[in-house]
């Protein structure tokens, strides 16, 4: 079985300082992970997703995500944090080995960018 | 609009009723999924499909849920006997099934469910 780990329910960073927000999975085979956006009222918005290749991946809004293997670990980052950053973050694995396999969710991390 | 459309946004019903929600994916979007979220928690993965066939449902799903994919398109959500426990936000989310499996999902806005 596939699961995902967000252990921050939240994290706080002024403006312009990084920011990070952590993601842990396990899945039987070879990880597909994301990450999605949720603001308030609205529906998940896709940020990005790593497949294979390279261990940083790029996604929208300046969001980066790095895939580590052997910590089990996909965690979020951007360089400099705005206010509109400020969110619920999503974490979700897929087991890529599968093709039947569906998406899990972690619980969620409210991202809190002060000014 | 070529997203994920979901009808009704909002549905209120008395406990016991049932209800039925409507799920349009984008149209060249082979997989469907259904969700369910509480406030300030993850989605909660209900089912989902591969053109017309239910691939998967959760175990944490009561016989009292039903979804279908009649034609590989629109996909429905039925709630019989509906309990207060059943108030939740119901996402619907569309995909390509990529033969590598990579594909990304796209939400709708979500049906909102209170039961009173």
């Known amino acids: 079985a596939q699961s995902v780990a967000q252990p921050e329910d939240q994290v706080n960073v002024a403006e312009g300082n990084p920011l990070t927000v952590k993601c842990t999975y396990s899945?039987?085979?070879?990880?597909?992970l994301f990450w999605y956006v949720q603001y308030p009222n609205r529906g998940l918005q896709f940020l990005l997703k790593?497949?294979?290749?390279?261990?940083l991946v790029k996604g929208s809004y300046g969001f980066e995500a790095e895939f580590n293997k052997s910590q089990t670990s996909f965690h979020l980052k951007k360089p400099s944090a705005l206010v509109s950053d400020s969110a619920l973050y999503f974490c979700a694995v897929r087991d890529g080995d599968s093709s039947a396999s569906k998406i899990i969710f972690g619980s969620g991390t409210r991202l809190s960018i002060r000014p | 609009d070529t997203g994920v459309s979901q009808n009704p946004r909002h549905k209120i019903t008395k406990r016991g009723q049932n209800v039925t929600f409507r799920c349009d994916p984008i149209?060249?979007?082979?997989?469907l999924y259904w969700y369910r979220q509480t406030l300030g928690q993850g989605p909660e993965f209900l089912t989902y499909f591969q053109n017309e066939a239910q691939l998967e449902k959760s175990r944490l799903l009561s016989d009292r849920f039903s979804a279908e994919r009649p034609k590989g398109s629109f996909s429905t959500l039925e709630i019989q006997r509906t309990e207060q426990g059943d108030s939740a936000m119901y996402l619907c989310?569309?995909?390509?099934?990529?033969?590598?499996?990579?594909?990304?999902?796209?939400f709708g806005q979500g049906t909102r469910l209170t039961v009173v």
């Open positions: 899945v039987s085979g070879n990880p597909y």
């Open positions: 790593y497949i294979t290749g390279d261990n």
């Open positions: 989310a569309s995909s390509l099934a990529m033969i590598s499996g990579g594909a990304e999902a796209f």
């Open positions: 149209s060249e979007h082979n997989r």
